[in-house]
């Protein structure tokens, strides 16, 4: 088979991408070792997805897409897809009175979403087909080889029949220790600051995690909730009950190396029923709330996460942010940051037959390269407070202060020349919110009692347009929009002006 783009993986960006580039009239072949419905992780999305999923929308015209990007737009116009509320993020600790909340929306209809991956997944994988992308599902790519002109894939379906594949350029959005990776001896980075296993599974009747109560910014079921626990950290997603009762969660034990073993939880070769028991059992809140959850399959132990390649492009070839890197799910930066990659990619790819141009690889590669060391600095900070809730309710202050002042720069502004999409995530290319990363991390390492709580308002203010790290209102937050007015300075905007661009921040129409 011969065709201009060959893509490994059918994830939701590969699928985006695929269906971008036949819409610009390349031929697209994609090679998916599974097959749709398949299970996913990574389900949780943000208010920078959001955006840059809106982008997507309106860059090739797909209101389809655009009406994915909220959580009321996903359930009116697409009730065929599960997915859950998310209206922030919550930290709750080991003692019912500890809890953070940050809200990162101002209402129901423009909050996030918790995507179950695999409707999402599908539907974005069959509408790519429907614009004229081949997948080829249960088929496993197996080698490739880049050559002077060509590419040369060699897969294999399910029916152990050989399938050759000659494409003029390669997208690996194949996932961690992916394709590229092995098949090119790319080099991977041998150290990184932390290391971690990841314990996961779906649950159905999980019991919510708190009452609301007032004043709170939101129900806590309708937010990621991220659990301090000794060994790490427990992340739990909830998916809406519209479609099933009882209501399907998504929950995934962070098991950190260090503490694992000074705790003597053995993680190696444990069976992993028994390993989500033992942690249970070391969490009493946790316990009583599993107590009548039933696993919807059975739940995995992934060895180390982390994972880092020297570089993400190469002549004929470039990776996807997963591909590249992976860090940690705290924060949910993945699909955001793999939607960048498919803003700037279709872009790249555009309509050439010859593929990118090798500056603009090199500048995508350069991007990924920066973005990355901002994502592992961010979390590594978390890693060394991760099983305080206090403190890292406080340290988790620079990521919101990162992500609330992009995105509001991103939604008022006018976009610079070459588009929002080649600015770095979260800041990564803005030098005060590198500042801010960088100090936020070294006070979470010095392990002072109460140096964060100390610390964080001073250090976000020039990034805090969000009324981020208040004593007065923390730990609760909720999203004020007089406050960006307030604020309206660090974005080099006058009040009025601020004021007059609000309903930018409450969502846009299709078409606006
Ligand atoms: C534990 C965990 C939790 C996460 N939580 C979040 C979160 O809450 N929010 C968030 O924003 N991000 C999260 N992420 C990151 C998120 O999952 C990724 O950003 C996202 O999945 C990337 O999507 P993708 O389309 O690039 O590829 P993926 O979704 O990773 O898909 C890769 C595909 O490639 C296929 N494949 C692999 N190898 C081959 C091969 N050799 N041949 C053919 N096909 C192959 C696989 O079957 C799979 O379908 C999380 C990640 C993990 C690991």
Not at 339 to 347: D, I, K, S, T, Y
Not at 489 to 496: P, Q
Request: net charge negative; aromatic share 8%; glycine share 8%.
């Amino acid at each position: 088979m011969r065709t201009d783009v060959l893509i490994v993986g059918s994830g939701f960006a590969s699928s985006l991408l695929a269906r971008a580039l036949v819409e610009n009239g390349l031929g697209v072949i994609i090679v998916e070792r599974s097959a749709h419905p398949r299970f996913s992780l990574g389900e949780s999305t943000t208010p920078l997805g959001n955006l840059a999923l809106e982008r997507i929308a309106r860059r090739y015209g797909w209101r389809d897409v655009w009406n994915l990007a909220t959580w009321g737009r996903l359930t009116e116009h697409h009730p065929e897809l599960r997915c859950g509320k998310k209206r922030g993020f919550t930290f709750l600790g080991a003692h019912a009175s500890t809890e953070v909340m940050v809200a990162a929306s101002p209402n129901d209809v423009v909050a996030d979403t918790q995507w179950l991956r695999a409707d999402v997944d599908e539907y974005l994988a069959r509408a790519a087909v429907a614009a004229g992308a081949v997948l080829l599902e249960r088929t496993n790519l197996v080698s490739i080889q880049i050559e002077a002109t060509r590419v040369s894939a060699h897969a294999v379906d399910a029916s152990s029949e050989a399938v050759e594949i000659s494409a003029g350029f390669v997208v690996d959005g194949s996932g961690p220790g992916g394709l590229l990776a092995t098949q090119l001896d790319l080099p991977q980075r041998s150290r990184l600051p932390f290391a971690s296993s990841l314990l996961f599974g779906h649950f159905e009747g999980l019991a919510e995690p708190r009452p609301l109560m007032d004043g709170m910014p939101y129900k806590p079921a309708h937010s990621a909730v991220h659990h301090s626990v000794d060994t790490g950290w427990l992340y739990e997603l909830r998916f809406d009950d519209r479609h099933a009762q009882p209501s399907l969660t998504s929950c995934g034990w962070v098991l950190e190396h260090e503490r694992c073993e000074r705790l003597g939880v053995e993680l190696a070769g444990s069976d992993p029923e028994e390993l989500h028991e033992l942690l249970l059992r070391r969490s009493p809140r946790l316990q009583q709330r599993f107590a009548e959850a039933q696993l919807t399959r059975p739940i995995e132990l992934r060895g180390s996460m982390q994972w880092r390649l020297e570089g993400a492009v190469g002549e004929r070839f470039a990776l996807m942010p997963q591909a590249y890197a992976f860090y940690d799910p705290m924060f949910s930066v993945g699909i955001a940051w793999s939607l960048l990659a498919v803003e700037r990619l279709g872009e790249m790819l555009g309509d050439s037959r010859s593929g990118p141009d090798l500056v603009e690889l090199q500048r995508y590669g350069s991007l990924l390269a920066r973005e990355a060391d901002h994502i592992e600095l961010l979390i590594a900070g978390a890693y060394s407070v991760m099983d305080n809730v206090e403190d890292l309710g406080w340290y988790a202050q620079a990521y919101f202060a990162a992500a609330s002042f992009t995105e509001t720069q991103q939604r008022m502004l006018p976009a610079p020349a070459d588009g929002w999409h080649w600015r770095a995530l979260l800041g990564a290319d803005d030098d005060q919110l590198c500042d801010i990363v960088r100090a936020a991390h070294g006070f979470a390492s010095e392990g002072s009692p109460g140096l964060l709580a100390r610390k964080m308002p001073g250090l976000v203010a020039p990034r805090n347009v969000a009324g981020l790290a208040n004593p007065a209102s923390h730990p609760w937050y909720a999203v004020d929009l007089e406050t960006v007015v307030d604020k309206a300075h660090l974005l080099g905007l006058d009040r009025e002006t601020a004021r007059s661009r609000l309903p930018l921040l409450l969502g846009q129409a299709w078409g606006q």
